[in-house]
């Protein structure tokens, strides 16, 4: 088998060699050119020294051509790795480095940061470039043919590399298998992404979400994905769903309350889009309701990790209910566990979240410990707290290294962050708990308020609605306005980098 293959070929068998597959503003491909030109990077590729199970890096922005050379990478035999196109250069020295990759491909733009890095990595990979705007990678690329030459590859041989984007410290690489990628037509359909629809993602192809969903599920029913190239705002989002007028759209929490707070959700071109999908991060249940009144479409939530690939509980068109990520897919096992391990099965407890399922990665790179510490008889821990009610529907209260013990009592910072998103002029909240100056866990808000707001009324708003709703153990002693949130490019919130902030200010006051 070849997970290339697995991507490309139902669409090709249903005699959709003629429709679009890739749409990137002028710059289209259907599915027969799609393959063809698969084909020519895999040959250049394995013509490149590059052997069986090494990582290829990909240091690209958005375009058809990073699309063609993940999946060559794939068909070649070789393990494809997308990387964040913003990380700085000692980010992108230690993937270099801890990958193992013999060979780079990167956009010109990028060119002069990874040879700046030369002398910081041994041994220091091949470096091609895509001398673009447009097709690229001529010298690369030159002589080979675009006849298909898939190596055959055993389920468990890996395929795809990514590194976590860091919401609790330094990137992980989590390893996929060519045998990880075919649950992925399953559930794209399972989304209602039919063949023939327009599917647009507004994260970028180093984001798993991305990859699975807005790639390689999109390609795999038949459906035409849509890029961007540029870095997504509001108004590119807006521009992009006006022109392309997709069917279905994946994004983030954090772009529909951008969307929402600049006043443009209710626009005609994201009324005509059949539903949303948010993943990533948690869905706030006032964004969900507040972009639903505002389109007239439904917005669907899931709940996916780097290490799943796809999305495992999800609500559906038939399954909704804001404020809940849904119910399991048909297809993965879940279950939570208390601090001793054992199951819990009594609804409305919150446990930690374990997870099989066919798309489970195999296992973290260079980190055999780790990998070992978060597997047990064929189940993932996933370090997410979640709960399930009596109906069956499954939420979160956040992460197991979030939870906060205050006054001797456990505190959800999602809890608090739900409540201070309820007020008038708050944009963003995160809830931190950090030591102060005697060594005592402490509650703090940092809220993101809309520009114009009076920010001490807007504090005394807030502090009051917190107080009317919420035990006082778990009301913040402070609220700290901040222009914008730590967020991984991704669109997660690095709390961890709020913590040390506080840390910080506690240790030199």
Not at 162 to 175: A, D, R
Not at 287 to 308: F, H, K, Q, Y
Request: proline letters at 6%; glycine letters at 10%; hydrophobic letters at 40%.
């Amino acid at each position: 088998m070849n997970a290339a293959d697995v991507i490309l070929d139902p669409a090709l068998k249903e005699g959709r060699g003629s429709q679009l597959a890739v749409i990137a503003g002028a710059w289209t491909l259907t599915y027969d050119a799609l393959e063809k030109r698969v084909n020519r990077f895999a040959h250049a590729v394995r013509a490149a020294g590059v052997k069986r199970g090494q990582p290829v890096l990909l240091l690209m922005k958005d375009t058809p051509d990073l699309v063609c050379a993940y999946l060559g990478i794939m068909r070649s035999g070789a393990v494809s790795c997308s990387l964040n196109t913003r990380l700085v250069g000692a980010d992108i020295a230690y993937i270099m480095q801890d990958s193992g990759a013999p060979l780079i491909l990167v956009d010109r733009d990028f060119l002069p940061l990874v040879e700046s890095l030369k002398g910081q990595v041994n041994p220091f990979p091949r470096v091609e470039v895509r001398d673009g705007p447009g097709e690229g990678f001529a010298a690369f690329l030159a002589g080979q043919p675009e006849t298909r030459q898939s190596a055959d590859m055993r389920p468990d041989e890996l395929c795809l590399l990514s590194y976590t984007s860091g919401t609790t410290g330094k990137p992980k690489g989590v390893e996929h298998m060519h045998g990880s990628i075919e649950p992925g037509e399953r559930h794209t359909r399972w989304m209602s992404v039919k063949g023939g629809d327009r599917v647009f993602s507004t994260s970028k192809l180093f984001f798993t979400y991305a990859i699975a969903c807005g790639m390689m599920g999109t390609l795999m029913v038949g459906a035409t994905m849509i890029l961007n190239e540029d870095w997504p705002d509001a108004a590119i989002v807006a521009a992009i769903v006006e022109r392309e007028k997709p069917d279905i759209v994946y994004s983030v929490p954090s772009m529909y309350q951008r969307i929402l707070s600049e006043g443009i959700a209710g626009k005609d071109c994201f009324k005509k889009v059949r539903a949303y999908v948010s993943a990533g991060e948690r869905l706030p249940e006032g964004v969900c309701r507040n972009w639903m009144d505002a389109t007239g479409s439904l917005l669907l939530e899931g709940i996916g990790t780097t290490e799943v690939l796809f999305l495992f509980i999800t609500t559906t068109p038939t399954a909704l209910k804001p404020g809940f990520c849904g119910k399991p897919v048909p297809w993965v096992k879940v279950k939570i566990t208390d601090g001793e391990g054992n199951a819990i099965g009594a609804p409305n407890e919150s446990g930690t979240l374990w997870v099989q399922m066919p798309s489970v990665f195999k296992g973290y790179r260079n980190k055999p410990e780790l990998t070992a510490a978060v597997f047990k008889d064929g189940w993932w821990r996933t370090g997410d707290v979640f709960a399930f009610d009596e109906d069956g529907w499954w939420y979160t209260p956040g992460r197991a290294d979030d939870m906060l013990k205050i006054s001797g009592q456990w505190v959800s910072p999602t809890e608090v962050e739900e409540v201070a998103m309820t007020v008038p002029g708050i944009l963003e909240a995160a809830a931190v708990g950090a030591p102060n100056k005697d060594g005592l866990i402490r509650l703090t808000l940092f809220a993101v308020a809309d520009p114009g707001e009076p920010l001490e009324a807007l504090e005394q708003r807030v502090v009051e609605t917190l107080r009317q709703n919420l035990a006082i153990y778990k009301c913040p002693r402070h609220v700290r306005f901040i222009e914008a949130m730590p967020r991984t490019p991704t669109g997660k919130m690095q709390r961890f980098k709020l913590r040390e902030r506080l840390v910080a200010e506690a240790a030199s006051s």
